[in-house]
């Protein structure tokens, strides 16, 4: 196996490829040994482990590009943004679903998983057709192989988090078993520098294409709910809420399909992996709804997994309500249609069990107490 990557010459790589040196606010140099300490100490595949490191450097190259960019577009930092209206909850609890349905309403600007992929250069009104990132989107879309698993769609929307957290190295990376060390730092974080750089691309993107309307959605968001009020002062908060008996098996099973992508055969415990996760989660759930408490709980609707499914048109009336928003016509057209491409069961069935990730109903229960109390599911 290779030299782990280190820091230095991640940054020298990154400089090298852009062919600047200015990263902007510092906040992100933390992250960048951290992140690359926890790779290296990751039970990875070569191959896994040259690609993540590729990434990190692409994500370092990337941050200068925005940055060489606003060096040209200064008037892009004083630039108006409405909202953002997040949508927040457990995985597995219908985010997809529901930011999905809300992006079929061109009111609302989303980021796409190309541009979150490569968010410059800015994406241009009516030029979209032909970027190279959207059609080379397109062609990865249709040998996408997962649909029972997880919805992809190259023209709607994907978890901001995911892309823009790792542009200032805060990523979660879900995908990936992260060592306990790196997981204790990120939950501990108060993410100022990752939002600020976070707002900092999403006012790039609106820049050549509104609207400035932002429609974001992204679970681990849910462990920072106080950093995204103390960057957007107006946000507002769709929760979703799923009974974790359910959610926690299927994350389970999701994040495990994921890591054994990446780690060498018979380095995982999926038993070890299902307590990991169910504490992570557990404690994202806490800090979430102490949050609701500070930052107010008028800021806030919430809906339920099988309403978003069963009864969308209902669902969304109160969804738009709280928002101060007119469903549309058009919009309500749009909503049944994307409810009967995808309905319940329409991509075949993704099984797992709370035992064969070393858990049980009453474990999961005890952990969430709390939570099923507040929303009447205990």
């Avoid at 692409?58 to 004083?78: F, K, T, V």
């Avoid at 609106?206 to 849910?222: D, E, F, G």
Wanted: with cysteine; net charge negative; glycine share 6%.
């Amino acid at each position: 196996m290779g030299k782990a990557l280190d820091a230095g010459t991640a940054i020298a790589r990154a400089v090298e490829q852009a062919g600047c040196s200015d990263f902007g606010a510092d906040g992100w140099q933390d992250g960048l040994e951290r992140s690359l300490a926890a790779f290296a100490a990751m039970p990875l595949t070569e191959q896994a482990r040259k690609a993540i490191e590729n990434k990190i450097v692409s994500d370092l190259c990337m941050r200068l590009h925005i940055e060489q960019w606003y060096g040209l577009n200064p008037q892009s930092a004083g630039a108006g943004m409405e909202g953002p209206v997040f949508v927040v909850g457990l995985p597995r609890t219908g985010t997809t679903a529901t930011v999905a349905m809300l992006a079929l309403d061109p009111a609302f600007r989303f980021l796409r998983p190309w541009e979150g992929a490569a968010p410059f250069p800015p994406p241009v009104a009516g030029e979209e057709e032909r970027d190279p990132r959207l059609i080379a989107a397109r062609e990865a879309a249709r040998a996408y192989d997962k649909p029972h698993v997880h919805l992809y769609d190259p023209d709607g929307p994907e978890e901001d988090l995911a892309f823009l957290a790792g542009l200032d190295m805060h990523a979660y990376h879900g995908a990936y078993p992260m060592p306990d060390d790196y997981v204790a730092w990120w939950m501990a974080e108060d993410f100022a520098s990752t939002y600020a750089f976070h707002a900092r691309v999403l006012k790039m993107l609106q820049s050549r294409r509104p609207p400035n309307r932002w429609l974001l959605k992204s679970p681990p968001q849910l462990f920072k709910l106080d950093a995204i009020v103390r960057q957007y002062p107006n946000a507002r908060f769709i929760m979703t809420h799923r009974d974790p008996c359910k959610v926690i098996p299927s994350v389970a099973s999701l994040h495990f399909m994921l890591h054994s992508e990446r780690c060498l055969p018979g380095s995982l415990d999926k038993a070890a992996s299902g307590r990991k996760l169910l504490s992570f989660w557990q404690e994202g759930m806490r800090r979430g709804l102490a949050a609701r408490r500070e930052i107010g709980e008028d800021r806030f609707i919430d809906v339920w997994n099988e309403d978003v499914a069963r009864r969308p048109m209902e669902t969304f009336e109160r969804i738009y309500a709280h928002l101060g928003m007119d469903l549309t016509a058009e919009m309500r057209d749009r909503l049944a249609a994307y409810n009967a491409r995808n309905a319940p069961g329409a991509f075949g069935q993704h099984r797992y069990t709370l035992e064969e990730y070393g858990l049980s109903e009453c474990a999961v229960r005890d952990a969430f107490a709390d939570y099923l109390e507040r929303f009447a599911m205990a």
